[in-house]
């Protein structure tokens, strides 16, 4: 359970109550250290954005309809957005490569909502990062406990689904180790619930007290 004095940018709730159908979308945790470390890419995104604007995020963005349907779509458009936002080319534009970690859908109660599936990549060899410098505006590899604490000292600013990959990240040594890790591994769907009581909001997952009340 976490508590928000206001909700990030991208995060406003939705004050009519009307819920909004999530948008498919896909992200790519893009991963180095090999058996010796774990570091995972951050991107900057614009201060100029209309949605997360300066938030520290994994690449990824919508689906395109032309990318048709289902988990294929979802590994073409991780696939695509790499290239886009981090100038990183996978070698199968089907994203063959990927691993499968999880599934966040935006809570009901957010205004703005996705349905993104994530995907572990390791990084080619030879290959540097370079952002577009519009959408995406700075890059940095953390960490994953490096990533935490810069946004917990305020050098970086992290939204509550990247906070708890984070963490999930965390316990692992290694890239290699948490690629062995998530092969094969069943991905169940995440929605948080955001509760709100008074002026405080809390942000519950599945099997926390209170989720289901």
């Known amino acids: 359970m976490q508590e928000i004095d206001r909700p990030a940018p991208g995060e406003e709730l ?64 991780a696939v695509r957005e790499l290239v886009e936002e ?10 063959s490569e990927l691993v499968k970690f999880s599934q966040w859908i935006t809570p009901a109660e957010v205004k703005i909502r996705f349905d993104t599936h994530f995907f572990l990549a390791l990084m080619p060899d030879g290959q540097q990062v370079v952002v577009d410098g519009e959408e995406c505006v700075d890059s940095g590899w953390f960490t994953p406990q490096a990533a935490l604490d810069a946004h917990a000292s305020g050098q970086i600013l992290l939204v509550f689904p990247t906070i708890k990959h984070l963490e999930q990240l965390a316990p692992f040594a290694s890239a290699d180790e948490l690629m062995s890790y998530a092969a094969g591994r069943d991905v169940v769907a995440v929605q948080p619930r955001i509760v709100v009581t008074g002026e405080t909001a809390r942000v519950l997952l599945p099997g926390e007290p209170g989720y289901d009340g």
Not at 86 to 95: K, Q, R, S
């Open 14 to 77: 939705n004050v009519d109550g009307a819920e909004t159908v999530p948008r498919q979308a896909a992200s790519v945790l893009l991963l180095r250290g090999g058996a010796q470390t774990l570091e995972v890419l951050l991107v900057k995104r614009t201060e100029k954005a209309r949605f997360m604007a300066g938030v520290w995020v994994f690449p990824g963005g919508g689906v395109d309809a032309h990318e048709g349907e289902g988990d294929s779509a979802h590994r073409r458009a």
């Open 86 to 95: 981090a100038g990183v080319t996978l070698a199968d534009p089907a994203g």
